[in-house]
């Protein structure tokens, strides 16, 4: 893959999230064995020796098992990748599990992550019901640990902008408290450049200002290494298992690409 000319190597992040795990590695979500699916993907990323970063940005799990946890670590552990795995909860997850599971060398769970250039902010969206909330208390964190002098790219599991089906009905609440902590944040320094989330089982792009009068940013959604999502909840537009790379340039510019795995 080339990288723009006359700009330093880029900060390059893989982001993979929905992956719906059973405790049954053959079982179907929607007809796709989401276990092979999840392989799949982790095994096309490790192959990628430019990667630098990356982050699973939720639902793990479909049934609530320990045994879905065990499966995902055991996943990532027999993938080899060339760097940890940075995790997010999805509304699907209980993030003391994610703790539990998620331990070693092949994970951290550091919401925080520092490069020359960039700092990736990890953000919680879980609340009590499957749609997403960001507390007071997240954007004070976030507040504190931001390097004004770094750029920041945003992740987080719920989308903060509707996309136009279903799934927004499960989407991030009090969008525009949202949105108005981000501006307030970003005033003056404008150092967070995207918003980057998972959930939605599908990639989208929504420029900024499309969907909102104060979305001030790009918002990059990621497919899901389990199944697609059409615009219905049972229009499965493709169940090849997918990711999304980014690439994060030491001029504040992004370049992301979707990588779909043949068969």
Known sequence: MK?????NK???VAQFSDCHLFSDTSALHLGANVW????QVLA??????EVDVIVFTGDLTQDHSKQSYQLFSQAVVQAKLSTKVYYLAGNHDDPKLLNEYLTGICFSAEKTIT?????????DSKSTTPSGR?????????NQVMGKSKYQLVMMHHHPVDIGYYIDKHGLTEQANFWKAINELNAGSHCIKAIACGHVHRASFIAK?????DQSLNVYTCPATSVQF???????KSIKPSYRLFHLYSNGEIDSFVNEISY
Do not use: E, H
Not at 117 to 122: A, E, T
Not at 209 to 213: L, N, Y
Not at 230 to 236: A, F, I, L, P, Q
């Open 3 to 7: 990288y723009r000319k006359n700009i």
């Open 209 to 213: 200002g499309t969907q909102r009068a």
């Open 44 to 49: 096309s990323i490790a192959k990628k020796t």
């Open 115 to 123: 490069k020359q250039y960039w700092q990736i902010q990890l953000i």
């Open 36 to 39: 092979q699916n999840l392989a």
């Open 230 to 236: 059409g615009d219905t909840k049972t229009s499965v």
């Open 134 to 142: 960001v507390t007071k208390t997240s954007f004070k964190k976030l």
């Open 10 to 12: 880029p900060l390059v």
